[in-house]
């Protein structure tokens, strides 16, 4: 597809073009570009001194943006400030405000999610007012045993997982394999391997704005939230069955499950068309294939065939279109039977057309990892509700994208 960049001045003193990090392929027409160490008050800590972008998200009637910079990386503090920008007005950034636990990175589970209305966040366990700062906290957001949590409906959090499995069990099971292995008699029948311990149960707390605890809904099962539609205050979890995984989705609020699926992939799923959709990937061959299935029923209503891999994905609340993310797979240098996942570029993809509507290939900006190293991480990005702009956000940089035509 030929390069149709267009770039649009506005004029204004904060909207600084910073080279090399264009979008370098696809129809997108640049909006606004902003830098954020402009606008940002007080100074981040060394760690973070080139403001890492971990989380950008359209609010949902398009207006403005949620931007997450890291603030301090340290493995002590590990803080991040949270930024509201006008899509109209970027300059301006009445609301900042200092997150104390981390934000998660693109695709996945939500840890940050608006209320419909657009009137507050919540993010990584805390429930946020853009005029007020942060108000109460979920009582597991940031203090081990960790559970995640979602907001599920404008007025109505989820918090909870997966039990811890018996230890008891675990270290029986444990200590008999290593007794086989030490024997080495030859191989084992699996027969004679120890059966596993039981699946644990998931509890599932239900929180009100305030934080105060709602109702509990247990379920005999080990599920995973993997993303949450705040439209129909519906939940997609994952499971794994034997040698393979399922696919659930349910509503927590009333303690229903209305579809459940066999998959054979371990992949995450992102809704869609505000629920009605969830796009996860499936396995292909030796490929991943991303798929949307309609969330009621399981029916296909499209799958990639040019895209590979598909996650990290961002979809559109309101419209078919996504933006997924396309790989190629190299062999691990440590190993001779395993492969590692390589980002090639990031597509605007109408699942419904099959149309690709336009690429680029991801910038990759300077983060501090697990271990305090410095490393390279691809640019946050997000689509609009309405499916028409593209949000990017990486060092410190912000840029709008109209898609074109």
């Known amino acids: 597809m030929a390069l149709k960049i267009l770039s649009r001045a506005l004029g204004l003193a904060l909207l600084t073009l910073v080279g090399g990090r264009a979008i370098d392929a696809g129809v997108l027409a640049k909006v606004w570009e902003l830098d954020l160490r402009n606008v940002v008050h007080g100074t981040p800590d060394a760690s973070a001194k080139y403001l890492p972008v971990q989380l950008i998200r359209f609010s949902p009637d398009g207006q403005q943006l949620a931007v997450a910079v890291a603030w301090n990386q340290s493995r002590e503090v590990f803080k991040s400030k949270l930024l509201i920008l006008g899509t109209q007005r970027p300059e301006y950034a009445p609301a900042q405000i200092e997150i104390g636990a981390g934000i998660g990175n693109q695709g996945g589970a939500r840890s940050f999610g608006w209320s419909n209305d657009g009137r507050s966040l919540f ?115 994952t499971r794994s069955v034997g040698d393979g995984y399922e696919f659930l989705i349910v509503d927590p609020l009333v303690g229903k499950v209305i579809r459940r699926w066999p998959s054979s992939y371990p992949a995450i799923g992102s809704f869609s068309e505000g629920g009605r959709v969830l796009c996860s990937v499936e396995e292909e061959g030796n490929k991943g294939q991303l798929v949307c299935r309609q969330a009621d029923d399981g029916k296909k209503v499209g799958a990639s065939e040019s895209i590979n891999g598909g996650f990290p994905i961002a979809t559109s609340a309101r419209s078919s279109r996504i933006i997924a993310s396309d790989h190629h797979r190299e062999r691990d240098p440590r190993s001779p039977y395993e492969y590692d996942w390589v980002l090639d570029r990031q597509v605007v993809w109408d699942y419904r057309s099959g149309s690709e509507l336009a690429s680029w290939r991801p910038n990759r900006q300077r983060a501090t990892n697990t271990t305090n190293e410095q490393d390279r991480v691809p640019d946050q990005f997000a689509i609009s509700p309405d499916g028409l702009y593209v949000a990017t956000g990486g060092d410190g940089i912000v840029r709008l994208f109209k898609i074109e035509p």
Request: with cysteine; aromatic share 6%.
């Open 123 to 237: 993010v990584a366990g805390r429930v946020v007012d853009p005029g007020l700062g942060v108000g109460c906290e979920l009582p597991r957001a940031t203090s081990p045993p960790f559970w995640p949590s979602f907001l599920v409906s404008s007025d109505r959090l989820i918090q909870g997982g997966p039990e811890l499995p018996d230890a008891g069990a675990v270290r029986a099971r444990m200590d008999a394999l290593g007794a086989m292995l030490k024997d080495n008699k030859g191989p084992t029948p699996a027969s004679a391997i120890p059966p596993g311990p039981a699946e644990p149960r998931s509890r599932f707390t239900l929180f009100d704005l305030q934080c105060s605890p709602e109702g509990i809904w247990e379920v005999p099962e080990s599920w995973q939230i993997q993303d949450v539609a705040e439209e129909r205050h519906v939940v997609a979890v």
